[in-house]
């Protein structure tokens, strides 16, 4: 059984405020600066317990470090390739035919990642 302490309360708060897919080191930066008293390994264990238990989503993304999502609903990921930005791409509705999936498996989890520019590196104005 999970405990919810006080640390865990403010990691997953602090995670879901940032929205943004942060690292496990920014998570750390910005629980650090509002709860100085706890620790690095702290925070990286509740993003990994909380991920392993499926309370927060780890995206992997290739090319670059470990992200996580207060997200855990079904939906996809892209990265700007020049600044880095990570955003949500939402999953079409219907069924999406990725291919073959061998007898005797059961998929528990897909990951698929896009990359790109996004709309302030790619020049993009509001009405464009």
Known sequence: ???????????????TQMANHPSAEAVYAAVHGAYPSISKATVYRILKDESVCGNLLAVDIPRDVNRYDHRTDPHWHIRCRRCGKVADVEIGAGSINVGTIPDGWSVER??????????????LTDGE
């Open 110 to 123: 897909m990951g698929i990642s896009f990359e790109g520019l996004c709309r302030e590196c790619a020049g």
């Open 1 to 15: 059984m999970q405990r919810n302490t006080a640390q865990k309360r403010r990691v997953l708060d602090i995670l």
